[in-house]
C-alpha cells in the first residue's frame, strides 16, 4: 500500500534562517507531488506541484521554493524564513486515481 | 476555473444530533467533488467523494453527501454526532479525473457539544 511521510513533524526557526522540508511517497511510481500551507484557520493554499523529476510549478510567488530530486521525493526549501512562512505544510500526492492523498504535515513556526 | 465556498467557519452540534456542513462549487465542467477532514496537527483525510455516479455518496465513519447540480451544492450530512467528529472539514472541487487541481474551500470546523 501506498504511504506519505513528511519530516520533521515540527520546527521553530528563527526569521532569516533557512528551511529545508521533505517529503517522500512510498508505494507508488510516478506520481505528482503538492506541496500546501495552511496558515492558521485558513484554508489550504497550494504552493507548488511536480508532475515528474525536475518538473517544477509554482502557484504563487513567494519566499520558498520546491525541488524534485528523485521520483518519489519532494522538497520545500527557502534561503531565508520570514515570520509570514509560519504555517502547516502539507504534501501530497495523486497518481492517475481522482483523490489526492495527504502526508501528516510540518508545523512551522517562525520566530 | 472552478471555485468553492464553505458556509459557516465554525459549527457547533450537540452530541447526537444532526450534523450539517454546507458547500457550494463553481465549475465550467461536471466537477468532482471531494470531502475531506482534519483533525489537529494531522493531515486530511478523504471521508467521500463525487465522480458522476450516484448523486448520493456515502463515506466513512456515516457520513454522507448529495451532489445537487441546479443547486451547485455538495453538502455533508450525518446523522448523528460524535465527540470525536470534531474537526476541520474541507470540501474541495476537481475539474480533472486525475486528481490534479484541487481547489479546496476555506474549511468549517466542527464542534461537538456534549
Known amino acids: 500500500s501506498q504511504t506519505i511521510h513528511q519530516w520533521p513533524a515540527t520546527l521553530v526557526q528563527p526569521v532569516g534562517s533557512p528551511l529545508s522540508l521533505e517529503c517522500t511517497v512510498e508505494g507508488t511510481s510516478n506520481p505528482n507531488l503538492y506541496w500546501y500551507r495552511q496558515a492558521a484557520g485558513r484554508g489550504l493554499q497550494l504552493l507548488f506541484y511536480s508532475v515528474g523529476i525536475g518538473q517544477i510549478s509554482s502557484e504563487v510567488p513567494q519566499n520558498l521554493s520546491a525541488s524534485r530530486p528523485q521520483d518519489r521525493q519532494f522538497i520545500l526549501s527557502s534561503k531565508k524564513l520570514l515570520l509570514s512562512d509560519s504555517g502547516f505544510y502539507l504534501c501530497?500526492?495523486?497518481?492517475?486515481?481522482?483523490?489526492?492523498?495527504f502526508g501528516p504535515g510540518t508545523r512551522l513556526t517562525v520566530l | 476555473a472552478q471555485s468553492v465556498t464553505q458556509l459557516g467557519s465554525h459549527v457547533s452540534v450537540s452530541e447526537g444530533a444532526l450534523v450539517l456542513l454546507r458547500c457550494n462549487y463553481s465549475?465550467?465542467?461536471?466537477?468532482?467533488l471531494f470531502w475531506y477532514v482534519q483533525y489537529p496537527n494531522q493531515g486530511l483525510q478523504l471521508l467521500l467523494k463525487y465522480t458522476s455516479a450516484a448523486t448520493l455518496v456515502k463515506g466513512i465513519n456515516d457520513f454522507e453527501a448529495e451532489f445537487k447540480k441546479s443547486e451547485t451544492s455538495f453538502h455533508l450530512t450525518k446523522p448523528s454526532a460524535h465527540m470525536s467528529d470534531a474537526a476541520e472539514y474541507f470540501c474541495?472541487?476537481?475539474?480533472?479525473?486525475?486528481?490534479?487541481?484541487?481547489?479546496f474551500g476555506p474549511g468549517t470546523r466542527l464542534s461537538v457539544l456534549p
Open positions: 474541495a472541487v476537481s475539474e480533472d479525473n486525475y486528481g490534479q487541481n484541487f481547489v
Open positions: 501530497a500526492w495523486t497518481s492517475g486515481r481522482n483523490e489526492q492523498f
Open positions: 465549475s465550467s465542467v461536471p466537477p468532482y
